[in-house]
Structures are given as structure tokens and as C-alpha cells.
């Protein structure tokens, strides 16, 4: 079998089929594709819609995305329509914490080093004389076999490399694996350069709020980045499920998401006004306590201004994220500028915004399993939460969240501080 590297796409690939033509994408497709990924700050969302847009350009079965971080390659985010199914968020908490290093050892490696794209018809038959092999370990720990593929690296208008976009077995229109076309790297080429421009922004946005986090943490050792992003991962989970229940537009749906990760991240970001001895005490008196409670007045003093859509999340949340579903959590309703707040009766019911339901739910359960790793522990913290439902927390939402225990487990799994 001939394989081509880089170059073109051999006229016969000795394959015992004719491949079906596979769908032609236009100029439109592709600033279609760039705007879908331009809106969007989070890195997580980001990184998600950059690997399906480039995938829907190319018809592409699978995708990886590296980024880099001190010359090593971090496999960021996977999608597998094969192995996962066609929900393109699906198992995203596979990646965990694996890396590589830059070098033309490996095609990712070679991609980032050289600033070249890759075009492989056939991993397993790559004849060139070349410094890099594939890695078939995903192959030999799944069922899965890759066999084209295009790698790209992402390249900032700036000319940093900030990381790789691997695009695995091109499809037909019958769904068969087929090369991938000098066409699909033009059009991936240019798509790279909008998301790597695109990654480098949300990687300084997301690195600013980690920032804030470690602040916090100073107050509150609990309250730490594993911490932040867990609840921030349990509450997208919780919110995507919930609406894809309820048919909410996609467009709307990755905005949403998009604000609800950094605000569940800052959930508690006003325990930076709240003295350490009162967080980390275990008996307060009645003066601690309010002192306590008023984190979620401080968190919505940060975010009042509502300078942007986001702004109004990380409020909702900041202020709400304590509230009882029946009315009996805090701060309730409240003049946040006040010298001495007064708090009013708990908010009930739809009156807590969505975002501060979920992310109370994802608070709790972090807070409850977050320090044992056992994790038949977790069944008791479900049990707290199903015993909740209707009272503190929005009985929908338990129902929706005990209905995604394999994704809580990888999330935690993937954000363990022990690990
Ligand atoms: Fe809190
Ligand atoms: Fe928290």
C-alpha cells in the first residue's frame, strides 16, 4: 500500500474500493466553521468546538487537540464518533494529564517543531524515510483502529506554537476511511490559525482566573483550582444534559456554557473578603457565621458591574450558589452595598437563577466527596443530594445529575488533587 507523507495524495492507494466522494466544503463552511469558535472565551468550550468544527470540515471520525506548555505537548481534548457516539462532548475527561515531548519523534511532536502539517494516508504503512512513528497505544487499548490522518500545528498570528490539531480517519460519504485531501489541509490550515489565535487568548483568560483561585486558596485551602474545576465541570455536565432535555438551541447552549464554567469556577470567590479563621474554623458563633455567609455577598460585589453577559452569570452564581430550592438557604434578597448587609428571607424555587441551582448541587457534591478518595464514598453523597431534592436543590436537576454518575467519576478522576 502506498502512503503519502506530506506531499500528495498517491493516484492509487491499492485499496480494494472505489471511495465514495466525500462532501465538498466551501469558503462559506469555513467562515462559518471561524465564527462559530470566535465568540467563545472559555478554554474548555473552546477546545471542544475548535476539535468538532474541524472535524465537521474534513468529515473527520476522531480528533485530538495538544497544547503546549514548557516544550511538551498535553493531550488536551479527544472526540471519537466510533468509540464515543456522535455527541461530540462525549469523554472529554479521558485526556487526563498525559504529554509528550516537542520533538520529530512523534507526528504531534514533529507537527509543533517543524510548523508543518502532516498528511498520512495510512499510519501503520508510512515508508518515508521519516523521524517520527505513530503511537498505537489508543489502538491497542480499544477496539478503535486509525488509519489516515492530518496533523496540523497551531500556529498564533504571532508565530507561537500552542499547540497540535490531529484529525484521524477521513470518512466517506458510506462512512469508509479514506485519505484525507490536499484540500482538507488547506482548509484546516487556515481554519488553525483562527483557533490558535483563539486558544491563546482563552489560555490567558483561564490562567488569570486559576490566578484568582490560588488567591482564594490563601484564605481557604479547600477552595483550591482542583476544586474550582470540578464544580465548574459538574455544573457544564449538569447544564448540557439539562438542556439538551429541553431542546435548547446549540448556539445558545455552548454560549451558556461557555459563561457557566468560569462563573462556577469563581463560585466562592468572595471568601477573599472573609478572614481565614472564620473559613477554616469548624464551630462558628453567630458574628462568624454571618461573616460566613457574607462570601456570597462579597462574590457579587466583584461581579456587579455587568460589564458583559458573563458578569451576570458569575453574580448569579456568587450570590446564589446557598440558596435552598424551598427557601430556607442565604443571603436572600439583600442590598450587596450596604456597610452591614441584612439578610433577607431565602430565595425559593425558579427564583434562584438556573446557574446558582447547579452549581449549588455541584458544590455540595464536591464538597461532600472531594477529600476521599474511596470512591464508594460517593454513593453516600448522592444519597445526601437525592435526600435533598425539593428542598435545598431544584428536583429536576438531582434527577438529571443522578443520572451522570460515570461522568462525575471521570471528572473526578481527571481533577484529582491526590493523584
Ligand atoms: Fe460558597
Ligand atoms: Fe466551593
Redesign the pocket.
Known amino acids: 500500500m502506498t502512503t503519502t507523507i506530506l506531499e500528495s495524495i498517491p493516484e492509487d492507494t491499492g485499496r480494494d474500493f472505489v471511495p465514495c466522494p466525500r462532501q465538498k466544503k466551501t469558503q462559506s463552511d469555513l467562515l462559518a466553521a471561524i465564527k462559530e469558535i470566535q465568540y467563545i472565551r472559555d478554554l474548555d468550550t473552546l477546545l471542544e468546538n475548535i476539535l468538532h468544527e474541524a472535524r465537521m470540515l474534513t468529515g473527520a471520525d476522531a480528533g485530538t487537540i495538544y497544547l503546549e506548555a514548557g516544550g511538551r505537548l498535553f493531550f488536551s481534548y479527544i472526540q471519537n464518533d466510533t468509540l464515543f457516539g456522535k455527541g461530540h462532548s462525549k469523554n472529554k475527561y479521558l485526556c487526563g494529564v498525559s504529554s509528550m515531548p516537542v520533538n520529530k519523534s512523534s507526528i504531534a511532536g514533529y507537527a509543533a517543531l517543524s510548523g508543518e502539517s502532516l498528511l498520512i494516508d495510512d499510519v501503520y504503512d508510512i515508508i518515508s524515510p521519516v523521524s517520527y512513528n505513530f503511537n498505537p497505544s489508543i489502538d491497542q487499548f480499544s477496539t478503535y483502529h486509525t488509519q489516515s490522518l492530518l496533523a496540523v500545528p497551531l500556529i498564533t498570528c504571532a508565530g507561537t506554537v500552542v499547540g497540535v490539531l490531529q484529525l484521524i480517519n477521513a470518512k466517506d460519504t458510506e462512512e469508509r476511511t479514506v485519505p484525507f485531501s490536499m484540500q482538507d489541509r488547506l482548509v484546516i490550515s487556515q481554519f488553525a490559525a483562527t483557533a490558535a489565535d483563539a486558544l491563546e487568548k482563552s489560555k490567558l483568560a483561564r490562567e488569570m482566573i486559576l490566578r484568582l483561585v490560588d488567591t482564594l486558596e490563601f484564605r481557604d485551602p479547600r477552595e483550591n483550582s482542583c476544586h474550582a474545576h470540578r464544580v465548574a465541570s459538574y455544573a457544564v455536565e449538569l447544564y448540557e444534559e439539562w438542556a439538551g432535555c429541553r431542546g435548547i438551541d446549540p448556539h445558545e447552549l455552548r454560549i451558556k456554557k461557555d459563561h457557566l464554567r468560569t462563573a462556577a469556577m469563581l463560585?466562592?470567590l468572595g471568601?477573599t473578603g472573609v478572614d481565614a479563621s472564620v473559613l477554616c474554623g469548624s464551630s462558628l458563633d453567630g458574628n462568624e457565621d454571618y461573616q460566613n455567609k457574607m462570601?456570597?455577598v462579597y462574590g457579587a460585589r466583584f461581579f456587579h458591574r455587568f460589564t458583559s453577559p458573563w458578569d451576570k452569570t458569575a453574580y448569579d452564581v456568587a450570590i446564589g450558589?446557598?440558596e435552598h430550592w424551598a427557601g430556607t438557604g442565604y443571603p436572600g434578597r439583600v442590598n450587596i452595598f450596604s456597610d452591614k448587609p441584612v439578610f433577607g428571607a431565602g430565595r425559593r424555587g425558579k427564583e434562584i437563577p438556573l446557574a446558582a441551582r447547579i452549581v449549588a448541587i455541584a458544590?455540595t457534591f464536591d464538597t461532600l466527596v472531594a477529600h476521599n478518595e474511596d470512591e464508594r464514598f460517593d454513593e453516600g453523597a448522592y444519597k445526601l443530594i437525592a435526600e435533598r431534592s425539593g428542598s435545598w436543590f431544584d428536583s429536576e436537576l438531582v434527577q438529571i445529575f443522578l443520572g451522570q454518575k460515570d461522568s462525575l467519576t471521570a471528572i473526578r478522576k481527571a481533577h484529582c488533587e491526590t493523584r
Do not use: G, P, S
Open positions: 463560585h466562592d471568601k462570601h456570597t450558589h446557598h458544590d
